[in-house]
């Protein structure tokens, strides 16, 4: 098995958003690493989940060491990612897998995609390290030219992982209450406090805030620091790692809580603009929390239409029955939509990094959309695919129970639903993001009525009382999310239908459409036309009846 061949969009997602060259570049990985996720990549990953990082806090002789024991498993699949396909050093230099320039977020979130499939936990580690060299780039890139270097190579006696330890016990969302304390020592910073959940907490490289002297209170007073395991002399930093958490999923990678204890720091950018500069990190952490979401949605897709075409009740296969067909379609449209919508912002945040403006505040608005709403929909979906597959769907002999437990913490990782539509709330608050939307996508014939009420509506939510808006954005998030994902499948169809006449595309927009206007629908086209919606086989334009319109 090839997870990029048996993926019904994502070459012709591909085909629309890269330019030839890239695309030409970009196929000999799809098929390397869809054959490594659906192989070795996927049985090491089952091993890491099964054996979970373990904590050493003392040598033999009593000397405390803080160390994170890994399986094997976790150091093969850590190198796939790392090493092979350079998914963390890809953004940040040219030459990475022979691209001239760096490489596209497109790309690189296309490769995750097939990456997390079959192993979640490790593109936390991945992330974070991907964001610290980008934010340190960003924001004081002569003093850490050694540390991005590090951060960015695919060497494995060179390389460092990053991380970012932000929360805190009693402060959690609310960054403003963080306690831990900088106090200056002439050419460094020493950091007291505790961390509570502290994911990678073994990493090289740690981003972190801590509240610096007489700059304030709330975010305000607070700087973002450079935290390394090592001190300039080599020796072990004094960041003490307590215990490691018994998490739900994400289970191959550890994350613990840590103790600073006056441990060696150096400032990162202008101290006064700590927080900001660590929102630059989280927005972009969370648009990797979406990709993984769309991921284990296509995983759970692939594995309950497999399922269903084996499983025969009553003399006939699941797949082919009327009831199985409704509970499948809402779970293949979504995860499709979820695909565009993650490349969407991949190439909105490529132009933003070539100095676009406009990109730049368009993906300040679609990272919290994604993340808003496709994390909460792959709980649901994991979960639907866990029922499908029935009593072995709740078996650890299948990946249904991984696929629940990790497509939970996407909803709470990096913000809760609840902080996120606050966030989509501050964009339109600041930014009138809901216009921005409907101005660039809202000139579609198939879509235009649509962004047409959704603007009037977020214009009627920003007049509410202040705690009415803030009761109905999440709801209203999920109606920009879904327009936004609506428009893009239609953009799509026109593109397929100008390129090669196919018109399974034009199916799924359609039938998005149908389903969001009312959730019970079941286009006839598109139960007719099932097996291409699942497997991605081609529709003639004939067989939809109606005018090409996207």
Same mark, same amino acid.
């Given at each position: 098995?090839? =997870?990029?061949? /048996?993926?019904?969009?994502?070459?012709?997602?591909?085909?629309?958003?890269?330019?030839?060259?890239?695309?030409?570049?970009?196929?000999?990985?799809?098929?390397?690493?869809?054959?490594?996720?659906?192989?070795?990549?996927?049985?090491?990953?089952?091993?890491?989940?099964?054996?979970?990082?373990?904590?050493?806090?003392?040598?033999?002789?009593? #000397?405390?060491?803080?160390?994170?024991?890994?399986?094997?498993?976790?150091?093969?699949?850590?190198?796939?990612?790392?090493?092979?396909?350079?998914?963390?050093?890809?953004?940040?230099?040219?030459?990475?897998?022979?691209?001239?320039?760096?490489?596209?977020? #497109?790309?690189?979130?296309?490769?995750?995609?097939?990456?997390?499939?079959?192993?979640?936990?490790?593109?936390?580690?991945?992330?974070?390290?991907? @964001?610290?060299?980008?934010?340190?780039?960003?924001?004081?890139? $002569?003093?850490?030219?050694?540390?991005?270097?590090?951060?960015?190579?695919?060497?494995?006696?060179?390389?460092?992982?990053?991380?970012?330890?932000?929360?805190?016990?009693?402060?959690? #969302?609310?960054?403003?209450?963080?306690?831990?304390?900088?106090?200056?020592?002439?050419?460094?910073?020493?950091?007291?406090?505790?961390?509570?959940?502290?994911?990678?907490?073994?990493?090289?490289?740690?981003?972190?805030?801590?509240?610096?002297?007489?700059?304030? $209170?709330?975010?305000?007073?607070?700087?973002?620091?450079?935290?390394?395991?090592?001190?300039?002399?080599?020796? /072990?930093?004094?960041?003490?790692?307590?215990?490691?958490?018994?998490?739900?999923?994400?289970? @191959?990678?550890?994350?613990?809580?840590?103790?600073?204890? $006056?441990? =060696?720091?150096?400032?990162?950018?202008?101290?006064?603009?700590?927080?900001?500069?660590?929102?630059?990190?989280?927005?972009?952490?969370?648009?990797?929390?979406?990709?993984?979401?769309?991921? +284990?949605?296509?995983?759970?897709?692939?594995?309950?239409?497999?399922?269903?075409?084996?499983?025969?009740?009553?003399?006939?296969?699941?797949?082919?029955?009327?009831?199985?067909?409704?509970?499948?379609?809402?779970?293949?449209?979504?995860?499709?939509?979820?695909?565009?919508?993650?490349?969407?912002?991949?190439?909105?945040?490529?132009?933003?990094?070539?100095?676009?403006?406009?990109?730049?505040?368009?993906?300040?608005?679609?990272?919290?959309?994604?993340?808003?709403?496709?994390?909460?929909?792959?709980? #649901?979906?994991?979960?639907?695919?866990?029922?499908?597959?029935?009593?072995?769907?709740?078996? $650890?002999?299948?990946?249904?129970? /991984?696929?629940?437990?990790?497509?939970?913490?996407?909803?709470?990782?990096?913000?809760?639903?609840?902080?996120?539509?606050?966030?989509?709330?501050?964009?339109?608050? /600041?930014?009138?993001?809901?216009?921005?939307?409907?101005?660039? =996508?809202?000139?579609?014939?198939?879509?235009?009525?649509?962004?047409?009420?959704?603007?009037?509506?977020?214009?009627?939510?920003?007049?509410?009382?202040?705690?009415?808006?803030?009761?109905?954005?999440?709801?209203?998030?999920?109606?920009?999310?879904?327009?936004?994902?609506?428009?893009?499948?239609?953009?799509?169809?026109?593109?397929?239908?100008?390129?090669?006449?196919?018109?399974?595309?034009?199916?799924?927009?359609?039938? =998005?459409?149908?389903?969001?206007?009312?959730?019970?629908? +079941?286009?006839?086209?598109?139960?007719?036309?099932?097996?291409? +919606?699942?497997?991605?086989?081609?529709?003639?334009?004939?067989?939809?009846?109606?005018?090409?319109?996207?």
């Amino acid at each position: 098995m090839n =997870y990029a061949d /048996r993926d019904p969009v994502l070459r012709s997602a591909l085909d629309r958003v890269l330019s030839v060259e890239d695309r030409d570049r970009v196929e000999p990985l799809l098929v390397e690493l869809g054959e490594l996720a659906a192989g070795e990549l996927d049985r090491q990953a089952a091993l890491a989940d099964a054996n979970p990082p373990r904590l050493v806090q003392y040598a033999p002789d009593g #000397t405390r060491i803080d160390e994170v024991d890994f399986h094997p498993a976790h150091d093969k699949v850590a190198a796939i990612a790392y090493e092979r396909f350079g998914l963390a050093a890809m953004s940040h230099r040219p030459g990475v897998l022979g691209w001239p320039t760096k490489v596209p977020h #497109t790309v690189k979130y296309a490769l995750s995609y097939l990456y997390v499939q079959s192993e979640f936990g490790m593109a936390c580690p991945l992330s974070m390290t991907d @964001s610290a060299a980008r934010i340190l780039r960003l924001f004081d890139p $002569e003093r850490y030219a050694d540390e991005i270097a590090a951060l960015s190579s695919t060497d494995p006696e060179l390389r460092a992982t990053g991380a970012m330890f932000m929360t805190e016990k009693q402060g959690g #969302t609310d960054v403003g209450l963080t306690e831990t304390v900088a106090a200056e020592q002439g050419d460094h910073w020493i950091l007291t406090g505790k961390k509570w959940f502290a994911s990678n907490p073994s990493a090289d490289v740690i981003l972190t805030l801590a509240r610096v002297p007489g700059q304030g $209170e709330g975010t305000r007073g607070l700087g973002m620091f450079l935290v390394p395991r090592l001190r300039p002399d080599g020796t /072990r930093n004094a960041i003490r790692i307590d215990r490691l958490k018994d998490k739900l999923g994400s289970r @191959s990678i550890a994350s613990g809580e840590v103790t600073l204890d $006056e441990a =060696y720091a150096t400032p990162v950018g202008q101290l006064a603009n700590g927080f900001r500069q660590m929102a630059e990190m989280l927005n972009v952490s969370r648009l990797s929390n979406a990709m993984r979401a769309t991921a +284990l949605m296509r995983r759970a897709v692939r594995e309950s239409v497999d399922h269903t075409r084996v499983r025969e009740v009553f003399g006939k296969p699941l797949f082919d029955q009327p009831l199985m067909r409704a509970t499948l379609l809402p779970m293949i449209l979504d995860t499709e939509a979820a695909l565009h919508l993650v490349l969407e912002a991949a190439v909105r945040l490529t132009a933003a990094d070539d100095g676009d403006a406009d990109a730049r505040a368009l993906v300040r608005v679609l990272t919290p959309l994604a993340k808003h709403t496709l994390c909460k929909r792959a709980r #649901t979906v994991t979960g639907e695919a866990m029922e499908i597959r029935g009593g072995n769907g709740y078996i $650890e002999d299948w990946v249904n129970p /991984r696929l629940v437990r990790d497509a939970h913490l996407g909803s709470i990782w990096e913000g809760s639903s609840n902080v996120i539509a606050l966030d989509v709330l501050r964009c339109m608050r /600041r930014q009138n993001a809901h216009t921005t939307l409907a101005d660039i =996508y809202g000139d579609r014939p198939a879509t235009a009525e649509r962004w047409e009420t959704l603007r009037k509506k977020g214009d009627e939510l920003l007049q509410l009382p202040q705690d009415e808006q803030e009761m109905k954005v999440g709801r209203y998030a999920d109606e920009l999310t879904r327009a936004v994902m609506e428009t893009l499948l239609y953009d799509q169809a026109d593109h397929e239908a100008r390129t090669s006449g196919d018109g399974r595309a034009l199916l799924v927009a359609r039938a =998005y459409t149908a389903l969001a206007d009312d959730p019970a629908a +079941l286009p006839r086209t598109a139960l007719d036309h099932f097996a291409a +919606l699942a497997d991605g086989g081609q529709v003639p334009l004939a067989d939809l009846q109606e005018t090409h319109r996207a």
